[in-house]
């Protein structure tokens, strides 16, 4: 049973940085697709960031890309997002997901079976 445990969420100022981490258990996740999503208050659940496991390919939303960068330890069998520049539009409950396929399918939700509870970020103008 795949378990995923999100971290290091928290209030920040804008034009901080916050760093995110997942840490997946419950199967070997070589071909996986580990994405980040990300949820505002009245909005639907969006995709933020993805990486291939094994090959560590990284795929990204365009409002995040140059500011965010996606990362995973096999060791400690985390996924990581690290945050700068952040805006106050970056707020919103932020989502680990796992998926079985690598594909166009990344930046879609019904790409991934497993998910975290979420956690926090907050940023204030």
């Known amino acids: 049973q795949v378990q995923l445990v999100e971290s290091g969420g928290g209030l920040v100022q804008a034009g901080g940085s916050l760093r995110l981490s997942c840490a997946a258990s419950?199967?070997?996740?070589?071909?996986?697709?580990m994405g980040w999503f990300r949820q505002a208050p009245g909005k639907e659940r969006e995709f933020v960031a993805a990486?291939?496991?094994?090959?560590?390919?990284?795929y990204y939303t365009d409002s995040v890309k140059g500011r965010f960068t996606i990362s995973r330890d096999s060791v400690k069998n985390t996924v990581c997002l690290q945050m700068n520049s952040l805006k106050p539009d970056d707020t919103a409950v932020y989502y680990c997901?796992?998926?079985?396929?690598?594909?166009?399918?990344?930046?879609?939700?019904?790409?991934?079976?497993?998910w975290g509870q979420g956690t926090q970020v907050t940023v204030s103008s």
């Open positions: 997901a796992a998926g079985p396929l690598w594909s166009k399918a990344r930046v879609r939700r019904r790409n991934y079976d497993d």
């Open positions: 419950g199967r070997t996740f070589s071909d996986y697709a």
């Open positions: 990486i291939k496991w094994s090959d560590v390919y990284t």
